[in-house]
């Protein structure tokens, strides 16, 4: 009900994944409440899509006035009941693959934060019981160190959920299903999830993986057959280190070891009139992961790093560097000089390519995670540090694919470890993505 509301009132409901993107909203804006009004049953009905995170509702008032709300339900419906909103969840857009890992990988960030601010508070709730003599001193960090294992608890049970909703977007990705074109058509605009080399006309086009927009096929055209032009690059796959020149008997999981790349690059024509060679250069950030066997993790000894048998059970031991790179290639594109017609046309990602170079770049950070039961709690440790890693990393890399896809191959020329007797290198063999 309301009284005297000047400007207008209503119920919102609004369907969100993550905080990335809204799939669907109402405020009952077009149908406002106004001035005095008793209790009426009002409803708001929304659409939700498979990729909804939550949902949420309230009640708005704008301007001056009182409204209260009671006796609020929610309610599956048939599909014969329209949907009330003015942004409505049958008619949301795809929701790209960069976009999903970032709120993905945003989502992790955010759980951890709030558990850790948390737990922060908690432990200075009891250091200030602690000065005040309504605890001893030994009680307080017994319970500082049940509530960390708690926390950790908590995090490391809604990251799971998270990571194992990335993997599959992974596996999504590798199997092709973000690669098959996916158009919303309203008016002169085409929105694209992956690559399209139809005819567009006079449309617009936006490419969400690209992060493009083409007004118009002649635009499109001349665009993309400049002498530069860019990409989006993602790669995904296995990672290991290579000791004494061999893979074999590793010492870490051939399939829980693995790595990430995600990127920008330029590709530039080396020969005005000749679509063959380009020389590709620009900067990623690559993640490489190990997981040790046999209940094994690092330990650093003065300037050695060992692998070692951990005293805890792990349930899991994982090892991971992340790293700016700079990587240069020289592909062979074999799209060809000419179109369908025989004019001189230089797109580029149109048939097989092959690229063969390198990488240089800085370690930004190493960190070491291990997981395991203590009094049947759960937790986690994460040790962050240089590992004696080396600082810099330079390698050699390969790929060879058709259109936007390649299968990669990376190899650091120096060892992952400074100083360590034995030289160890890593290796990491994958799927790449050249979103042009």
Known sequence: KTEKVKSWAGLWMRVDFYTAQVLAFDNMQNRGIKGTTDWTKYEVVLFVPQEATSISYGVLLDGTGQIWFKDVSLELVGDSVP??????????????????????????????????????????SLDKEVEKGLISKDKAEALKLKKAEQHAAIIEA?????????????????????????????????????????????????????????????????????????????AAGLNNLVTNDKVDKSDFRYLGSHFYELGVTYNSRILENDNLLHAKYGLSVMYNNLRPTDNRSFVVNGNQTDLVLNAK????????????????????????????????????????????????????????????????????????????????????????????????????????????????NNVSLGVRFDFN
């Open 83 to 124: 949907e009330t909103g003015s942004v409505k969840g049958r008619n949301h857009k795809t929701i790209s693959f960069e976009t999903r890992a970032k709120a993905i990988a945003n989502q992790i960030k955010k759980i951890t934060d709030n558990e850790k601010k948390a737990l922060k508070t908690e432990i200075e």
């Open 158 to 234: 809604k990251i799971a959920l998270e990571e194992g909703k990335l993997s599959q977007l992974i596996q999504d990705k590798v199997d092709g299903k973000f690669e098959v074109e996916k158009l919303i058509k309203g008016g002169n605009r085409k929105i694209v999830l992956g690559s399209n080399n139809d005819f567009i006309g006079g449309n617009h086009e936006f490419n969400i993986t690209s992060m493009k927009v083409y007004h118009g096929n002649e635009d499109k055209e001349n665009r993309q057959s400049k002498r530069t032009t860019s990409q989006m690059v993602f």
């Open 313 to 424: 059970d792990l349930s899991d031991s994982r090892f991971r560097n992340v790293y700016l790179v700079a990587p240069v290639h020289l592909e062979f594109d074999f799209s060809g000089n000419k179109d369908s017609n025989g004019k001189p046309f230089f797109r580029t990602h149109n048939s097989f390519r092959l690229g063969v170079g390198g990488y240089a770049g800085v370690n930004l950070k190493s960190k070491q995670i291990i997981k395991y039961e203590n009094n049947d709690l759960k937790a986690t440790e994460r040790t962050k540090g240089d590992f004696n890693t080396n600082n810099f990393i330079y390698g050699l890399s390969s790929y060879i694919g058709y259109k936007s896809t390649s299968l990669y191959l990376k190899y650091d020329l120096n060892p992952l470890f400074k100083d360590n007797a034995v030289k160890q």
